[in-house]
């Protein structure tokens, strides 16, 4: 099994989203986070006053995928998430050891 973390656009998660479901992909948690990476913010006026907006608003979107899987959603997940401005984001891969279902107990891939 595979845990992919993904830092994405705001505005793109909605077409991930259906990305994903398209291809049988359900389950997910998304977090808004803020950060930044190569592009460092921007400057805003706000009310004439000049600041720096150093910290932007992202998307994080974590799965646990089957193991054959994978190469599947990461290609849907990297497509509908691509705009191809600096600022699109990054994908994370870790291996997962194990999975447990709560409710009943059940273990590796079924339980995802």
Not at 11 to 21: G, H, R, S, T
Not at 79 to 98: L, N, Q, T, Y
Request: charged content about 35%; hydrophobic content about 40%.
């Amino acid at each position: 099994m595979k845990k992919i973390e993904a830092i994405i656009q705001p505005f793109k998660l909605d077409e991930v989203k259906e990305a994903l479901k398209a291809i049988g992909i359900d389950g997910m948690t998304i977090t808004d986070v803020r950060g930044h990476g190569r592009q460092k913010g921007h400057r805003e006026v706000y009310r004439g006053q000049e600041y720096n907006v150093d910290l932007l608003p992202k998307v994080k979107l974590e799965m646990v995928v089957p193991e054959g899987r994978f190469e599947e959603v990461l290609k849907t997940l990297t497509a509908a998430a691509r705009s191809g401005k600096i600022g699109d984001g990054k994908i994370f891969v870790f291996d997962v050891a194990e999975a447990v279902r709560i409710r009943n107990d059940d273990r590796g891939e079924t339980a995802l």
